[in-house]
Nanobody, 124 residues
Framework: QVQLVESGGGLVQAGGSLRLSCAASGRTFSSYAMGWFRQAPGKEREFVAAISRSGSSTSYADSVKGRFTISRDNAKNTVYLQMDSLKPEDTTVYYC?????????????????WGQGTQVTVSS
């Protein structure tokens, strides 16, 4: 069992930056591939970025490629999402997910655990 807690969301102007953090409980964090997703009201949860257990492999949605960077610190049981050059269309709730597998996945259904989400609002 893994519990995930996101933080770092907030209000920022277009072009600005935020860094989201997702802290995981337990001593098996390095056993999980991690992902960031986002979900707007009334819409399906969509993939943003993912990172393998070791951090050696990453994947990004086309909409954030070159602007967002996912990373992890296994010693701190934390995964990060650095978001730069933010756009108003990035406004929504961001969730981190954990899957007990070595490889990354962009599929929501492949993740076993989810955090409660953190709101990101980008003003124009």
């Amino acid at each position: 069992q893994v519990q995930l807690v996101e933080s770092g969301g907030g209000l920022v102007q277009a072009g600005g930056s935020l860094r989201l953090s997702c802290a995981a409980s337990g001593r098996t964090f390095s056993s999980y591939a991690m992902g960031w997703f986002r979900q707007a009201p009334g819409k399906e949860r969509e993939f943003v970025a993912a990172i393998s257990r070791s951090g050696s492999s990453t994947s990004y949605a086309d909409s954030v490629k070159g602007r967002f960077t996912i990373s992890r610190d296994n010693a701190k049981n934390t995964v990060y999402l650095q978001m730069d050059s933010l756009k108003p269309e990035d406004t929504t709730v961001y969730y981190c997910g954990a899957r007990k597998a070595p490889l990354i996945s962009i599929a929501t259904r492949s993740y076993d655990y989810w955090g409660q989400g953190t709101q990101v609002t980008v003003s124009s």
